[in-house]
């Protein structure tokens, strides 16, 4: 395999497991949260779906200073109405991501406008995947914390 195609592989099962997790939440839960400086359930779930839009940003170079994405505004709903509506931006981050070279991926350079820190592009893509898994960890923490069935992600 390719480092593409392990970042790529790497991102699908990181994300499959992350709405196996979510979809596990029972609609009563949504704003549950374990304190009250804490993100509420659904709020954790947005938070992820939506850096999709920041990190393909972030790796177009976009100019972040007046950074707003589509779920301004919005209302929450729903788990389901949470992926949905995330659907398209994280294809086409998906698509983005895929369409990178090898070379891209070890010679291009990205800065992260949170820290300014620069990194190789394949390096970047990977931290990417670890901010997902460690709310995963969160998330499974929050439903132990509910006392909800915590849906088997270890398949």
């Not at 699908?12 to 804490?38: C, H, M, V, Y």
């Not at 460690?134 to 006392?147: C, K, N, P, T």
């Amino acid at each position: 395999m390719t480092q593409k195609e392990l970042i790529l592989l790497n991102f699908r099962e990181i994300r499959r497991r992350s709405i196996k997790l979510w979809q596990g939440l029972p609609d009563a839960f949504n704003t549950w949260r374990p304190d009250e400086g804490a993100m509420s359930a659904i709020e954790m779930i947005r938070h992820v779906l939506q850096a999709d839009y920041g990190w393909h940003m972030i790796i177009l170079q976009a100019d972040m200073t007046d950074y707003h994405t589509p779920w301004d505004g919005r209302a929450y709903h729903s788990v389901a109405d949470e992926i949905a509506f995330a659907e398209p931006h994280h294809r086409a981050f998906w698509e983005c991501v895929a369409g990178f070279t090898e070379q891209d991926l070890s010679e291009r350079q990205v800065i992260h406008p949170g820290n300014g820190q620069m990194k190789p592009l394949g390096q970047y893509l990977l931290r990417i995947g670890y901010h997902e898994s460690v709310h995963a960890g969160q998330f499974l923490s929050y439903l132990r914390a509910m006392g909800v069935q915590r849906p088997n992600v270890w398949d």
